[in-house]
């Protein structure tokens, strides 16, 4: 692969049977380099076949009425506009634009009955709803509360994200069922239509404490109700029979698995998955599902690298529904029917009804590599490691990848980042050490306090030992190491205790503990979730586990890939990692995307994205294909 292909990728997503299950809608996404942005269309596959049935170029989130006669999705209705709640009637084709909401809206569901739709909206606060736009930039912000800013939204002080009740129809305007200064999000119908449950974080300390909440909202009332205690959810769903279920931990903290739990009638819970110690929720996978089949639960499996699709019923029994080397990253069932996009080495994605795909939409013109799997003993635990080597039997550059999370995980998915990297020459090692997702429990949280650090960086330093004596190849002197997120802080670490490597990308970095707590989006919680510390109470311990207090140590040449808008890890992250590397003599250089977030290599603007792999590539060629 070249940076340039990324437009030869369509990724499939969302899939959703119609009520009959005859048919079947899903999303499919481009990303165009040409046109600098992403094309989505909903398709449809039916007895007439598998085809391209919205207008886009913005297109998501198909959601089939109750009786299959109507659709509703989100659409941008111009250019530079925010998505709307669109209806379109299946029988004449007519389709019609039902909200026109300022800032959007993120995520829409039909009442059981069919009679109104719930959407999720994003709205400016009274204070500032009826200011233009100039205003809005000039006015001094008033903070009273943290986060007051959030990766890839931006300021969030002044709006909030209400559920509101839209009328398909289009006869009576939306009206907000979650008023009040609190945000929403993930709504679920009961069966009866009359209560919505919904994910929202209703702490007095938001920000500052771990963890959230589901409440009830009962639709004619408005009357507000704690559903589950506080913990780490996702997403709630209710059983046909009007049981509350919901996908996550009641442990507040973080990481954590993410299980199967039940509502009981006096409000006690069952984790009907625990047993397991794996989790249905992955940050390698995509959103939270949790669809029904009678009184089943469908939700997914994460395990070593895969990410496969599972059967619960109401005892807790397990059956095994889509498992094997690959990574679904959506999926439906409706009776007897299970619909699922699957992501192997070979493709970002396709979709399959009952095992059976029926869509051929990746390009048979790239030259893709088959990587090699194999297991290490490292500390006690197995871990996982991949390894991709170009074709021939010359020797090539070592380039170690790490993942960031650090709770998620390397699988058996497509990465476009590996194929880019194999395909120019690189031979690529990456890894699921101790902190990662996959493994249970114990794997995950091994991390934590004065293990940061230290037991992960002794599984990488593992998996690339064996990596080496496996595949002689690898050349040795010649090797590269390089992350994103949690993998660029390894990455720094590593690079400030081994001169070994000769090429370094330090991307999208945690760095800076002392100033990540203040800065970061997430920095009231993250450093007590993983080092049990926060600023100021243990500078001592936040700066010994900052890659900046060992910058002075690097002798390696370091590209600083960091985007601006980056509320995750804040830019002066970067800025001052890369003005310590130029104090002490180290040669390096910081490249800023202007107008992107944390996920700016995953879903940045497409433009960006190729001029990013083009940056790294060059950086790592000029260093280790000397």
Not at 388 to 408: F, K, T
Request: proline share 5%; net charge negative; hydrophobic share 35%.
């Amino acid at each position: 692969m070249r940076p340039e292909d990324i437009s030869k990728l369509s990724q499939p997503s969302d899939p959703r049977f119609s009520p009959d299950g005859a048919r079947l809608a899903f999303v499919v996404s481009v990303a165009s380099v040409e046109e600098d942005e992403y094309l989505r269309h909903i398709w449809l596959s039916d007895a007439d076949g598998t085809r391209a049935v919205s207008d886009g170029p913005a297109d998501t989130s198909p959601r089939w009425s109750p009786d299959g006669a109507r659709m509703a999705f989100l659409r941008k209705p111009g250019d530079d506009t925010k998505p709307q709640v669109a209806v379109v009637d299946l029988a004449t084709e007519e389709t019609r634009i039902l909200t026109d909401f300022v800032l959007g809206v993120e995520a829409v569901e039909w009442a059981p009955d069919g009679s109104h739709l719930v959407a999720v909206a994003v709205t400016y606060t009274e204070e500032w709803s009826d200011l233009d736009d100039d205003e809005r930039s000039r006015r001094p912000k008033r903070i009273t509360r943290t986060p007051f800013r959030f990766d890839n939204r931006g300021s969030i002080h002044d709006r909030r994200r209400h559920l509101w009740l839209v009328d398909p129809e289009g006869n009576t305007g939306p009206r907000c069922l979650t008023p009040g200064d609190a945000n929403e999000e993930a709504p679920a119908w009961a069966p009866d239509g009359r209560t919505i449950a919904f994910v929202t974080d209703r702490d007095q300390q938001q920000g500052l404490v771990s963890g959230n909440d589901i409440f009830e909202v009962e639709v004619e009332s408005g009357a507000i109700s704690r559903a589950f205690r506080r913990g780490m959810w996702s997403m709630a769903s209710y059983r046909s029979d009007g049981v509350l279920h919901a996908l996550g931990n009641e442990n507040p903290g973080y990481p954590v698995n993410g299980y199967l739990v039940r509502r009981e009638a006096d409000g006690s819970t069952t984790n009907l998955t625990g047993h397991l110690d794996r989790s249905s929720v992955s940050l390698a996978a995509g959103p939270a599902n949790l669809v029904w089949r009678d009184q089943n639960a469908i939700i997914g499996y994460e395990d070593s690298g895969m990410f496969g699709v599972i059967s619960v019923d109401p005892d807790g029994q397990v059956t095994t529904l889509i498992d094997g080397q690959k990574v679904v990253t959506g999926f439906d069932a409706t009776g007897e029917r299970l619909a699922s996009v699957e992501s192997t080495w070979d493709s970002p994605g396709e979709v399959f009804v009952d095992g059976e795909m029926i869509t051929s939409l990746q390009t048979d013109d790239l030259d893709l590599v088959e990587p090699e799997h194999f297991r290490i003993e490292s500390g006690g635990f197995e871990v996982d490691v991949w390894v991709y080597l170009p074709a021939g039997n010359h020797r090539v550059p070592l380039l170690l990848n790490i993942h960031g999370g650090p709770a998620s995980q390397y699988g058996f998915g497509f990465f476009d980042e590996f194929q880019m990297y194999v395909g120019a020459g690189h031979g690529v090692v990456a890894c699921n050490p101790r902190g990662s997702a996959g493994r249970g429990e114990a794997y995950v949280e091994a991390v934590k306090g004065q293990n940061w650090g230290v037991v992960d960086l002794a599984d990488i330093r593992a998996a690339i030992d064996e990596a080496i004596a496996r595949y002689p190849r690898l050349d040795t002197d010649r090797m590269g190491v390089m992350g994103g997120s949690y993998g660029g802080f390894m990455t720094a670490w590593m690079t400030g205790l081994e001169d070994r490597w000769k090429s370094a990308v330090v991307e999208r970095a945690l760095l800076s503990w002392t100033s990540f707590d203040g800065t970061s989006d997430i920095g009231g919680v993250f450093s007590q979730n993983y080092l049990s510390e926060a600023f100021p109470d243990s500078w001592g311990l936040l700066w010994e586990k900052s890659p900046l207090s060992l910058v002075h140590q690097v002798s390696t040449p370091t590209l600083i890939l960091h985007a601006e808008d980056d509320h995750r890890c804040p830019i002066e992250q970067a800025e001052q990692y890369f003005t310590g590397l130029l104090r002490n003599g180290t040669h390096s250089e910081l490249l800023r995307f202007p107008a992107e977030g944390h996920e700016m290599s995953r879903s940045g603007k497409p433009l960006h994205r190729k001029e990013r792999f083009e940056a790294v590539l060059d950086w790592h060629d000029e260093y280790l294909k000397q």
